[in-house]
Structures are given as structure tokens and as C-alpha cells.
């Protein structure tokens, strides 16, 4: 029987640490989710990040949107949080003097983009604009460490948030490893990254945290203290680096699409 993913417990058998919440840029207390479905909102396209988009809430996560942008598939969707300066009311464009953009793999004849405009926010139900939070500033300097424990997002499954740790540092980037999954998930980002959060995090959104996989590393120390390793396998010598050391540099591509962002649901 699979116990339920509990980070104190985890910590204690793994002999690691949370990163503060001060690193990250996230608020301190999570942003209230006031969305709904079939709400309409401006967002930028994440193929194409200089145009303007509309953009359908088809989810609900935690402090997350899952949104589709209008004109587009269904092969594509992504997930912001309420407080993303990706996303904006609708109007907001035009006030700024900006014009709407169809999205990138608009389904339709280019032409046909102004009448779809029309037609798609013709009875639309609109976001209010109290329901986007304010983004938080960036924490002043990259404060994490290697062997930090925190939650993040899978890019390759970004639904879903999950353990992991922090593998290397340098500069302003950090090396986000998955707990249990050998790399195969592992990435660089800014540590200003809207896409990791503290320990805990998705216990106060109600997003579901997943579990780590199958092959969790213990240090020595904790490792002695552990008496039925059934789940966690012992694997002190291997560091998270040594496991994916050219994923270096090697960016998510922000001009194709990945295909890989949608789920049944
Ligand atoms: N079911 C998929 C998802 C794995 C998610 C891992 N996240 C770090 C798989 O097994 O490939």
C-alpha cells in the first residue's frame, strides 16, 4: 500500500532541507484562484511571446490557469498562475495601444482573423480584472543551494508540480533534478523561475503534488537511519549533475511546438 507523499516525513528519511521561501518568486501566501471556466483573458502566446493573444480557461489547478488560446488546438494548452505577468484583462491591449494577434497555428485563413476576433469575445465572459494578482518582485540574489528540496513543474508534463531538488547553481540559473526519475525530467532555469515554489506549495493551492519516483537517493547519513528502505533505494554515489550533465544550456524551445502539453481530461 502506497502511503500518502508527506514532505516532513520525507525530509527526515532523504537528511534534507527545504529551500526558504525567500528564494523563490513566489508570494508568501499563495494568490486566491477566482477564475472559472470559460473565462476569457489576454495572454501571451508561449510560441510566440511578442504577440497578444485570447486566450479560454479550460482548467483549474491550484493558483494555476490551464489556458487554450482561441483559434488554436487543443494540443497546446499551457498553465499560468493567477499572479503571471503573462496574463492580463481583456481590453488591456488596446489600451496600450497594442493590437491582438492570432495565435500561432491560428486553425482558420489568416484573413478570416478580424471576424473570428469579433465572434470569439461577442458574448464572452471576460476575467475581471481583480482576479489577476499583482506578479511578486524577483528575490534579490540567487539564494539556492545545492541539495535544497522544493516543488516544480514538469516541462514535459506541465500539469503536473513535483518533488525535486536542486542538482547545481551557477549564476543566476539552478538545475531543478526530479526526485525518483533519473534525470529524465531534470532542467535549467532562472532562479526567479515562476515554475518552482517552496515545500508545501501545492498543499496551500490544492494542487496535487506528485510523488517522487521510484529511485530516490538517500545521503549516508540518512540512509543509516533508515531501517525498511521499501520504497527509497540507496544510491549515495551518483549526484545529481553526473546524471544529466549536457542538459546544459539545452533552453525548453519557446518557437515549436512541443505537442507535449496536453492532457485527457
Ligand atoms: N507518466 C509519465 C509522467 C512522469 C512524470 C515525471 N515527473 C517528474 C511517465 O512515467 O513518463
Known sequence: VKKHFNWENYLKETGSLAAPPHC????????????????????HDPRNVT????ATVVGITGARLRLRLDGSDNKNDFWRLVD???IQPIGTCEKKGGMLQPPLGFQMNASSWPMFLLRTLNGAEMAP????KKEPTKPAPNCFRVGMKLEAVDKKNPYLICPATIG?????????????????????????????FPVGWCGLTGDALQPPGN?????????K???????VTQRPMQSPQKSAPAQRGRKPSRGKPTGQSSVPQ
Do not use: H
Request: a positive charge; aromatic letters at 14%.
Open 168 to 196: 547545481d547553481v551557477k549564476g543566476d540559473e539552478v538545475f531543478i533534478t526530479f526526485d525518483g526519475w533519473r534525470g529524465a525530467f531534470d532542467y535549467w532555469c532562472r532562479y526567479d523561475s515562476r515554475d518552482i
Open 24 to 43: 523563490f518568486r513566489q508570494s508568501r501566501i499563495p494568490p486566491s484562484n477566482d477564475f472559472r471556466v470559460g473565462m476569457k483573458l489576454e495572454a
Open 215 to 223: 529511485n530516490v537517493s538517500l545521503t549516508k547519513r540518512s540512509a
Open 225 to 231: 537511519a533508515q531501517t525498511s528502505p521499501s520504497k
Open 84 to 86: 503571471s505577468s503573462d
Open 51 to 54: 504577440s497578444v493573444c485570447i
Open 129 to 132: 480584472a481583480a482576479f489577476f
